[in-house]
């Protein structure tokens, strides 16, 4: 099956630093890429759509010059957290859907836990 | 506004028993309905959709789900639990037409017993 792999599953950074999370499609090409974002015991909130080539889209509310994604190649898309604060500490997920499977049939990577301290 | 409730937050089973999480949608018209799974620190899993045709859906590890338009319910079985079934559940809607954005319910986090 397809799969999407993101890197690190973990990381603690200082407040103030930027922090970048990588997702890649393994096995197949995604023009686009979701990154979702979730709270503790909370649902995933989309927070962007990462169209390769091009700018991403962002969700309303989502501060774009903060969390700023990258999808450079048809296999990698990249979210950068800058100027890291504590309430930017959550659980970010990507995921993208394969060629040939249906609308919202999403692939999701592992997640990243970010906790900023 | 399109939605998702799910309206059990947290639900307790014990292994062999059955178990019904619950799922209703708000949306204009039918949307793609999909129900995932999530185990603890990990990412999600998909459990089964429903596009069209019949309603009953069957999906991985024994889980099934009724599609009733008429209750506007995308409710998920599975007859009998097992330990490992332990996990968050996301139910989520796609509007149909060829958007891929998902908006996702709350989430039911089960827990089974011994």
């Known amino acids: 099956g397809a799969v999407v792999s993101q890197h690190p599953s973990r990381v603690i950074c200082k407040s103030g630093t930027s922090v970048k999370i990588e997702c890649r499609s393994l096995d197949f090409q995604a023009t686009t890429m979701f990154w979702y974002r979730q709270f503790p015991k909370q649902s995933l909130m989309l927070m962007a759509t990462?169209?390769?080539?091009?700018?991403?889209?962002?969700e309303q509310g989502v501060e774009k010059d903060k969390f700023l994604i990258n999808h450079a190649s048809l296999t990698l898309s990249t979210l950068t957290v800058t100027s890291a604060h504590p309430e930017d500490s959550s659980f970010y997920i990507c995921s993208a859907r394969p060629p040939g499977h249906h609308t919202g049939e999403l692939f999701f990577g592992e997640g990243s836990r970010l906790t900023v301290l | 506004a399109q939605s998702v409730t799910q309206p059990d937050i947290h639900i307790t089973v014990s292994e062999g028993a059955s178990l019904e999480l619950r799922c209703n949608y708000s949306y204009g018209a039918t949307p793609y309905l999909f129900w995932y799974v999530q185990s603890p620190g990990q990412g999600l899993q998909l459990l089964l959709k429903?596009?069209?045709?019949?309603?009953l859906v069957q999906g991985i590890k024994g889980f099934e789900a009724e599609f009733k338009r008429s209750q506007s319910s995308f409710n998920l079985r599975k007859p009998s639990v097992h330990w490992s079934d332990a996990a968050e559940y996301f139910c989520a809607v796609a509007p149909s037409g060829g958007y891929n954005k998902l908006i996702f319910g709350a989430g039911t986090r089960l827990a089974v017993h011994p």
């Open positions: 429903y596009f069209s045709g019949d309603t």
């Open positions: 990462s169209n390769e080539g091009s700018k991403a889209t962002y």
